[in-house]
């Protein structure tokens, strides 16, 4: 099984930048697959990026790839979200997500573990 705690949420102003981080523990995390996901009140959880297990293949959303980039650090069995120019519409709670595998996944319901999320505010 795979744990995952994600940090770095908070409110900030919108235009900054926020670095949101998931930390894993348990097995196999350096071949998991890393997703993001978010959640604004009152919508659907929605997908952000995905990272594969190498570090080398990463996918986003057309619509945060100008301004979100994730990376991961399998030596810290840590993967992140860079978040800059933010928007107030960027304001959800956001997860990091995992699944056995080397791919590159967009789909929540392939996700196999889940972190409780961080949350993020931008203020306009």
């Known amino acids: 099984q795979v744990q995952l705690v994600e940090s770095g949420g908070g409110l900030v102003q919108a235009g900054g930048s926020l670095r949101l981080s998931c930390a894993a523990s348990g097995r196999t995390f350096n071949k998991n697959t890393m997703g993001w996901f978010r959640q604004a009140p009152g919508k659907e959880r929605e997908f952000v990026a995905t990272i594969d297990w190498t570090g080398t293949h990463t996918f986003n959303t057309d619509s945060m790839k100008d301004r979100f980039a994730i990376s991961r650090d399998n030596a810290k069995n840590t993967v992140y979200l860079q978040m800059n120019s933010l928007k107030p519409d960027d304001t959800a709670v956001y997860y990091c997500?995992?699944?056995?595998?080397?791919?590159?996944?967009?789909?929540?319901?392939?996700?196999?573990?889940w972190g409780q999320g961080t949350q993020v505010t931008v203020s306009s």
């Open positions: 997500a995992a699944i056995p595998g080397v791919g590159l996944a967009v789909r929540e319901g392939e996700y196999r573990y």
